[in-house]
């Protein structure tokens, strides 16, 4: 009624409070997250996500497994052919392949693909060629894995950022965000702005 998305599990209905998802950044602190009242983790990259996913559904919680994307703006540089670099066909075998080892987890809640790519390009904006490589890889993680929302996490809510992102990424199921501060309030207002209607959700958050 108040216009807010709310995450459905397929078996189990509405996850944690009707819907809403309270969660902690990290693995190592697991038993005391739930004990704290969180209904999820999240993690950054697949490396060691078999295990997270274990240590978490034992502890009655979801995982947001996060998929690392590179940073460098190198890795962005050229977008005419988007499958012709051997660099990422390598990075993209890995990414599918671990998709393809967890998607039936019971503890997973989505994947988050790349998290502030556009850090070390252009924070408030990123570029074309950032945002058609995200949705490049976006689309194949939800070709391999179409039961479970696909996102990307932002470095803040900016909207010129949010604009590009939602032209050139329009397979995103979600948008997160780490926001700090005040910068935590004005997300919703700025996805308006950026005539974005995808849900969004905070994935970092402190003062």
């Known amino acids: 009624d108040d216009g807010a998305y709310g995450v459905v599990s ?6 944690g409070q009707g819907g809403k998802i309270r969660g902690a950044g990290g693995s190592k602190h697991i038993e005391a997250a739930s ?9 950054w990259g697949v490396g060691a996500l078999g295990q997270h996913l274990k240590e978490a559904e034992a502890a009655g919680l979801r995982v947001s497994a996060g998929i690392w994307l590179p940073h460098s703006p190198s ?8 499958d012709a670099d051997p660099k990422w066909q390598a990075e993209m075998a890995r990414y599918i392949k671990a998709v393809r080892e967890h998607e039936n987890s019971v503890g997973l809640l989505w ?14 904006l990123g570029s ?42 329009p397979s995103l199921d979600f948008l997160g965000v780490n926001a700090y501060g005040e ?11 950026a005539n974005v209607t995808m849900p969004y959700a905070i ?3 402190g003062p």
């Open 128 to 169: 074309e060629c950032t945002w058609r490589r995200l949705e490049w890889v976006v689309r194949a993680v939800k070709a391999e894995d179409p039961n479970h929302p696909v996102g990307y996490v932002s470095a803040g809510p900016h909207v010129a950022k949010i604009k590009l992102i939602g032209q050139f990424a």
């Open 111 to 124: 994947w988050t693909v790349g998290n502030e790519i556009e850090l070390d390009i252009d924070v408030t």
């Open 183 to 193: 910068a935590s309030l004005i997300i919703g207002d700025h996805m308006v702005q």
């Open 10 to 15: 397929s078996v189990k209905g509405p996850l």
């Open 203 to 205: 994935m970092e958050f």
């Open 35 to 43: 004990s704290a009242g969180a209904d999820a983790i999240r993690t």
């Open 75 to 82: 890795w962005y540089e050229d977008c005419s052919d988007l």
